[in-house]
């Protein structure tokens, strides 16, 4: 009786989806991306336009959900440690000196065709709108003070 307990609960344990998927945010290529190795802060230097270019020689397309989406208020505090609207200064000041900021799209949805159309692009979404269309290269844990609701539940 004592085994056959524990091995039902290791089959539930097994069968129910992690709970941390809910509370990542996960950021995305095009599934025929080949770089080696991407971290935090190739991420952020990618998004804040510092770093231009891949290991291939093209020029990296970031793109941004719009700044009121709770998903780039998320994204924005776990790599730049501020709020969308916190940047403006920092991206008039790129702006004169001749860079632009990542493009903007209104959804997840938009995220994925966005990404899966735009050679070079990297974007992020949440972990149930990944499609086979896309290849995930990076996942961060967002935390619960963020007060960010995912829509994967």
Known sequence: MLIRTFILTILLLLAAPPLSVANELLIIAAKNYSEKHINKKKITNIFLRKQLINQQGKRWVPVNLSPQHPLRMAFSELFFDQQPEEMDDFWNIKYFQGFS???????QEAMLRFVVSTPNAIGYVSPCFVNENVKVIFKIRIKAKMGFKSPCK
């Open 101 to 107: 900021p990542p493009y903007v799209v209104n959804s």
